[in-house]
Each structure stands twice: as C-alpha cells, then as structure tokens.
C-alpha cells in the first residue's frame, strides 16, 4: 500500500493547490475530498433568496465542473443516486415529469430533494445551498429555461426530442449553480471553498462505522466504495475494488459479513484524498498511450525532469538549443541542468515512478511502482541521456505566427536521448499495436529508471528499419537513421563498455564500421552524379542496404559495378571521392573482407559519420556561397 501512502502525502503537501482551477486549458484543479468533476451544459444563476435571474448555455472550454459527491452518486450508473448539489434535470428540475414523459421524474427529483433538505438542515449549512433548495423547490427550473430559450419544446409543449446540448439530449442537460449575493466575491457554486467545506463536514459527520485504516494507522471512517474517473472522466476502472460478494473472489476466507474490509481497509479521507492526487498528477504530467498511463513526481510537488521525454525537452525546455556539436560541450550542459534540478531537490525528497493499465474495463492494475529519493533518481536521468546520445534533426518547436495568424514551426538539431515513444515507434513504424506500443515504453523505463541495457530486440528491430530507406519518406528515415545510432551506442556500452563518437573516427578499425563507411562513400558518388545532370533518385547503396548488411562482400561487388559509370560521367570530379574509398577500403583485410559474416549493428554508426561528413561539407559550401554572394551584393557587383 506504499503507492497510496505516497499519494496522500502529495495531496497534502498540496494543500494550497485544492479546489483552485489550473491556469491552462484544461484548468487542471486538484479536487477537494468528496468532490468530482462533470460537464455542464446549462448554467442557472439566482439570487440569495432563490429568485431565478438568468441561465446560459456553456461554451466548449468552460464545461469542466467542479461537484460535491458521495461514495454511491460517484460511482452511479442508471440508478436513482443523486448528486448533492448539481445534477441533470431529471434530479434537479421539480418540472421534468410535465415536460418529459418518463416515470422516473418525480421519484428522482424527490430523492434528490430530499438529500439536499438533509444538507440545508445540517450544523453544516450554507447560505448559497439554502438559495438553490429554495430555488428548487418551486418547481419551475424547466419552465424558467424555456422561457430562457435555452430548451426547445415540440408542438406538444414537451421538450422536444433529438435536441443536443454537448454530447447528449437536452432532456439530459446537466445543471451547475451561481449565487449571486451583494457583497460575495465568488457566486460561482462550483469554485467557492466555503461550500467545499461546508458539504465535507457534513458527508464526514454522516459516516459512523470506523475500522482500522492500513495507511494512516488510525481507527477512522472507512471506505467501501473507492473512486473511479482516474484516467479521464470517463473511466469506470478502480484500483481498489471488492464488490464481488457472491463469485468467491474473496468470500469466506477470512470470515464473516465483512470480509472485504479484512481483506483491505482504507480511511474515507485517506482514499479521497490519494485518488484526487492521482487524477491530478495524470492531468496535468501523465504520459497516456490508449489505457497506459505513467506518471513520474515529487511528493512536494517539486520540478522534476520528465523521464519519458527527450533530452531537449526533459532536461532543456522546449525553447530552441544553445549551439552544441560535441559530447563534451554536451555533458557540460548536462551536467549543469542537473545540478540545477539538484538545488530543488531536498536530500530526503521522494519521487514516485508509477505505471497504470487496465487489466478489464473495470479495473486498473500497477504495472510499474519505483520509489527513489531525489538525488537516486536525478543520477538515473543523467545515466541515460549521457548513455543514449546522438545528434537528432527531427524535431520543431514555435516560430511565431503567419500572415493568415496560423502557427509556424521551425525544425531544430539537438544532440540527446530520444524519447521512449519516439524509440518504439522508431522500431515498429507509425502503425505498431498499442499492445506493443505499451511493451516498448515500459521496458524502455526499466533501462532508464533501472539501469537496463537496452534490450537487444529493439536494436535489431530499428537497425532492419533503418537499414531500408526506400520504405519510408527521407524525414522518417532520417529520424529514424539517428534514434538507431542512438540505440547502438547505448546498447555497446551497457554490453561491452564501448565509447563510440558521433563524429567520424576514420582510425577505427571495426569491420562493420569500415563497410558503413564505404557505402556512404558510394551513396556520395553516385547522389553526385545525378546531382550532375539534374536526377534525383534512390542510390543503388539505398536500395541495396539490407542486403549489404546481411552479404556485405558479395552486396559490395555488386554496387561497384553499378557504380562504374557514375564515376566515368563524374572523372576528375569524383577524385577525391574514389581515392577515399579505396583509402577506406585498404583498411579492411582480405580475410575480413571477403569474410561471409554479415555486419554486426556497428556498420550503422560508421555509414552515419561518413555520410555526416559529406552532409557538413555541403552546407559549409553553401554557406560560404551565401556569405560571398551577400558581400558581392553590398559592393555592388549584383
């Protein structure tokens, strides 16, 4: 039970955070105990003697409301459950069965009613609740909202079928509450702590039966009843469960009537206030990939970095990166950002590392639980983003806005860790199952938060993708081409304590590498070629690339011989180039290289750094043109 330790004390040292709305869109809130959200479609504003004034439809970004529940109208389905305070018209409107014909309208309005008298009756009283009983009980909500034009009725004088308010039929709108009082700040019913405060010590004073609560320790009110909507405001799975008296999950082990609450036993306010940290903490930093959900934090709610992101956006924001072309200049900066989220990390802080899926619609299961103090966990981090480094082009970030005010986007180069979602789809394509989607991901937690090596499954996956370039578009290759790299150098340090550089080493001597090299080599010669006449195409080194790392001697002979008369169209222009593959080519002995041994996933790293080389060269050409032309120009040559 240390996971739900852990969460009340984040709801705790959270305090401050309770009941207020975020300030993005969503307006992410850390809810008060015994409350929940809903969306509402209507929006009924009275005074503080319960006199109708207005009501309006809500707009899309305003729905998301804040409700006081208790442990059965959480948890409802089609029963008679009402909430306490805001509800759908079928609850809250004394006039529903004169305008829609269903059985059910006077016995869920009196129900409801009934609820909230025994609020308004309390020690617990509050002046706005006592306005919208008053209100209420005149039985003109529906009427009031025709007049309002807000409802539409039928010929008949009914509320007319088929009408939409958000999602569902008008019929089924659901209503939230402002109290307008001279001299209150808040009249919105559902932003105001008073009533916050005021339904808890009510619903508290109601609950008698105690027990022994496995987390605090403490005899207190219990729960039977835990919550749902963790994920999203939809989800009917709970992590806490036992309502299966009768299928013998757990009748009669222990004995007696109560056997669930033996099996475990939970203080209300406990579970209350674990869940709504939960939910809060999924909101607001949740990776979501379909039912999986991984969430990473602080129980004092500190900035931590984000483990399931990249480098750049983990450990560096999202703003566009400082000039770095080396590892040192990038461990430098590293270990700098570090250092910074060490300041905000007390010595005794604790961060949680927690993973949910459903096991079936209706419950949600743990799949990964770590608990780490801060400096453990900032030392993990840096482990892997040192580890698993390479130079990535595939990323954007915000470069203001067009002339039609749209967004635009601006690509950047980092040098870093790649993402784990950017990782699995590296290795199985955009279209890979969720199933393994979600495999991918949490191993690939257990490499950073662990220390896993990378498990070699994934190397060889990402190597045959990159090793086929003409099965994808060039930008995907590329990022592809770069999170591969990353993945082997990770992979031979965890195996072999091996160091491989991003820039070219032209005196390794690996034969996996050398063969790299020299199909850069004659991609280069023969993109030159046509580049010569205006062509452009797949090299015959692209389309042949798996099959050279699988036959890379006999794959060779071929691509030479296709290659002849790339370099007799190019002759003395292609020199430098021929005389760099034969260079390359002497490297390599002849037992090694006529070897039939395929290349081992090294050949990667070597193919990159040649070809990286001719890629800088170019855009160093390129620039000097750009310089030379623009000096032309202010002479007054051009």
């Known amino acids: 039970m240390s996971w ?8 705790e040292n959270c305090k401050s955070e309770v009941g207020v709305p975020g300030t993005d869109e969503k307006r992410i809130t850390l809810l008060p105990i015994s409350h929940s959200t809903q969306n509402a479609q209507i929006e009924v504003a009275i005074n503080g003697e319960g006199k109708f004034l207005r009501a309006r439809l809500l707009e899309k970004n305003e729905v998301i409301t804040i409700i006081p529940v208790n442990e059965d109208s959480a948890a409802r389905g089609n029963g008679n459950l009402p909430h306490p305070l805001c509800d759908k018209l079928q609850y809250v409107a004394g006039d529903y069965s004169k305008y829609v014909e269903k059985k059910k309208g006077e016995k869920f309005y009196e129900n409801y009613i009934g609820k909230l008298e025994d609020w308004c009756n309390s020690p617990y009283s509050n002046r706005k609740v006592n306005a919208i009983l008053c209100y209420l009980k005149k039985k003109a909500l529906i009427s009031d909202l025709i007049h309002q034009k807000i409802l539409i009725c039928d010929d008949n004088g009914g509320l007319k079928q088929g009408v939409k308010l958000g999602v569902g039929d008008q019929s089924d709108a659901f209503i939230r509450f402002r109290v307008e009082i001279l ?34 320790g403490q005899v207190i009110p219990c729960s039977v009843k835990h ?3 963790i994920r999203h405001t939809g989800d009917k799975a709970k992590l806490i ?23 475990v036993s939970i203080g209300y306010e406990t579970s209350q206030k674990a869940h709504s940290a939960l939910r809060w903490l999924i909101e607001k930093q949740g990776y979501k990939n379909g039912d999986q959900v991984i969430i990473v934090w602080g129980t004092k709610n500190q900035d931590i970095p984000d483990p399931l992101c990249d480098t750049q956006d983990s450990m560096f924001g999202k703003e566009e990166p400082a000039a770095i072309s080396t590892e040192k200049e990038f461990a430098k ?40 103090d801060g400096m453990d966990f900032l030392n993990r981090i840096e482990n892997w983003h040192k580890t698993c480094i390479w130079k990535h082009s595939y990323k954007k970030i915000s470069d203001g806005v067009d002339e039609k005010g749209k967004l635009k986007f601006k ?11 950017d990782i699995a789809l590296a290795c199985y394509g955009d279209k890979v199952n969720d199933k393994l989607k979600k495999s991918t991901v949490e191993r690939l937690l257990q490499c950073i938060i662990d220390g896993a090596g990378i498990p070699y499954d994934f190397v060889n996956s990402v190597i045959n993708r990159a090793s086929n370039p003409v099965s994808m578009e060039k930008w995907e290759w590329e990022k592809v081409l770069t999170i591969t790299c990353a993945l082997v150098k990770k992979y031979r340090y965890d195996k072999f304590k091996e160091e491989w550089s991003m820039s070219l080493d032209e005196n390794q001597m690996d034969r996996s590498y050398i063969f790299g090299r020299l199909l850069a080599v004659a991609q280069q010669i023969e993109e030159y070629a046509l580049y010569t006449v205006g062509e452009k195409r797949e090299t015959n080194a692209e389309r042949l690339m798996h099959q050279f790392k699988i036959h890379p001697y006999k794959t060779w002979g071929i691509i030479t011989d296709k290659l002849k008369p790339y370099m007799a169209r190019l002759g003395l222009k292609g020199t430098s180039l021929t005389e760099l593959m034969t260079k390359i080519n002497s490297m390599l002995p002849y037992e090694e290289f006529t070897s039939q041994k395929k290349l081992d996933d090294s ?21 000097e043109n750009a310089k030379k032309k623009l000096q032309k120009t202010n002479e007054g040559e051009i």
Do not use: H
Not at 197 to 215: A, F, W
């Open 241 to 263: 469960s036992a309502n299966d008296a009768s299928g013998f999950t757990y009748r009669g082990r222990l004995g007696g009537e109560d056997d669930k609450n033996k099996v």
């Open 411 to 421: 690509p950047i180069t980092f040098i870093g860790a790649p993402s784990p979602k």
């Open 333 to 372: 900066r590293l270990n700098s950002a570090i250092a910074g989220y060490g300041c905000d990390l007390a010595i005794k802080a604790e961060i949680i590392i927690m993973g949910l899926d459903a096991a079936t619609t209706g419950r949600l299961s743990i799949t990964y639980y770590r608990e780490l």
């Open 183 to 216: 001299g209150e700040d808040e009249s919105a019913v559902w932003l105001d702590k008073d009533i916050y405060e005021s339904y808890i010590n009510y619903y508290l004073s109601l609950k008698e039966k105690v027990d022994l609560c496995y987390v605090k």
């Open 603 to 623: 050949y990667i790293l070597g193919y990159y750094c040649q070809r990286q080389v001719f890629i800088d060269e170019k855009n160093k050409r390129i620039e």
């Open 4 to 11: 739900i330790q852990k969460l009340y004390d984040t709801y």
């Open 227 to 229: 919550p749902a909507k």
